[in-house]
């Protein structure tokens, strides 16, 4: 079973940027659609960013359209997330997630596979 861990989170002003990193398991990487999610305290989980297998489409949500670029490497099995002139509302626990083999990766519903989560503040 593929396992997702990620890494990168942290503390940092408003203005600041981050890049997150998610490292997966196994040797089907390739198969996957990768997104990465994220969940503040009090809300429920949202969809942020989602990449294709092959990395050659991405969609973004409205919130960090501009901002935000996901990203991966398929020889390494890791999937990323720059993240700029971050906001104190992105402050929340970022969830990397894949979907399964050959999955459509514009459906946030087919994400069904978590990493624990890393936590992301943005002071201001």
């Known amino acids: 079973q593929v396992q997702l861990v990620e890494s990168g989170g942290g503390l940092v002003q408003a203005g600041g940027s981050l890049r997150l990193s998610c490292a997966a398991s196994g040797n089907t990487f390739r198969s996957y659609a990768m997104g990465w999610f994220r969940q503040a305290p009090g809300k429920a989980r949202e969809f942020v960013a989602a990449?294709?297998?092959?990395?050659?489409?991405?969609a973004y949500a409205d919130s960090v359209k501009g901002r935000f670029t996901i990203s991966r490497d398929n020889a390494k099995n890791l999937v990323y997330l720059q993240m700029n002139t971050l906001k104190p509302e992105d402050t929340a626990v970022y969830y990397c997630?894949?979907?399964?083999?050959?999955?459509?990766?514009?459906?946030?519903?087919?994400?069904?596979?978590w990493g624990q989560g890393t936590q992301v503040t943005v002071s201001s």
């Open positions: 997630a894949r979907t399964g083999p050959y999955d459509s990766w514009n459906v946030p519903g087919n994400y069904n596979y």
């Open positions: 990449i294709s297998q092959g990395g050659y489409s991405a």
